[in-house]
C-alpha cells in the first residue's frame, strides 16, 4: 500500500517537472462583447464589431499530430495542421470560454465554434488534459 502511494507521488512529480521544463506558450483571447456599428443588419449577422479581452497566457505542451493519427481517429478529416496540446486541468474552462486561441501566431478554432469535433478534449491522469485542436483555413 506504501509503495503504490509513494509511486504515484513519484509518477505526479515527473509529470510536473516534464510539464515545466517543456511547456510553451498559448495565447486564449476570452469572449468579450460585440457592438452594433454602421450597416448593422440583425438578418444577415453583419455591421457589428466584436472587441476581444486581453489574452490569457497558459501554459502546454505542443506536439504536431500526424496525417496518420488523423485518418485512424477521425475518420474524414484532412490534414489541415493540427496540434495536440497538454494543458493542467484548470486550463479547460479557459479553454471553453475562448473565442480566440493562438499557438505560434496561428489561429485555431475554439470551443464554442468548433464544427466536426475540431476541438477534443480528452482526460489524461496526473491532473493534465490533452487537448487536439485544428488550424483554420483561411
Known amino acids: 500500500m506504501g509503495n503504490t502511494k509513494l509511486m504515484s507521488d513519484l509518477h505526479k512529480n515527473f509529470a510536473k517537472i516534464i510539464f515545466l521544463k517543456y511547456s510553451e506558450k498559448v495565447f486564449v483571447y476570452l469572449k468579450a462583447t460585440s457592438t452594433k456599428s454602421t450597416g448593422y443588419d440583425k438578418f444577415r449577422d453583419v455591421g457589428y ?79 493534465y488534459s490533452k487537448i487536439m485542436v485544428f488550424k483554420k483555413e483561411i
Not at 479581452?53 to 484532412?78: C, H, R, W
Not at 496540446?85 to 486550463?91: F, Q
Not at 499557438?103 to 477534443?120: C, E, H, R, T
Open 49 to 127: 464589431t466584436v472587441s476581444n479581452q486581453n489574452y490569457v497566457t497558459i501554459k502546454a505542451i505542443l506536439s504536431d499530430v500526424k496525417p496518420e493519427e488523423l485518418i485512424l481517429k477521425q475518420i474524414g478529416l484532412t490534414e489541415t495542421g493540427a496540434k495536440k496540446i497538454i494543458v493542467e486541468n484548470r486550463a479547460i474552462n479557459v479553454i471553453k470560454n475562448s473565442a480566440k486561441i493562438i499557438i505560434n501566431g496561428q489561429a485555431y478554432y475554439v470551443y464554442s465554434d468548433a464544427v466536426g469535433n475540431k476541438l477534443q478534449i480528452l482526460a489524461d491522469s496526473f491532473g
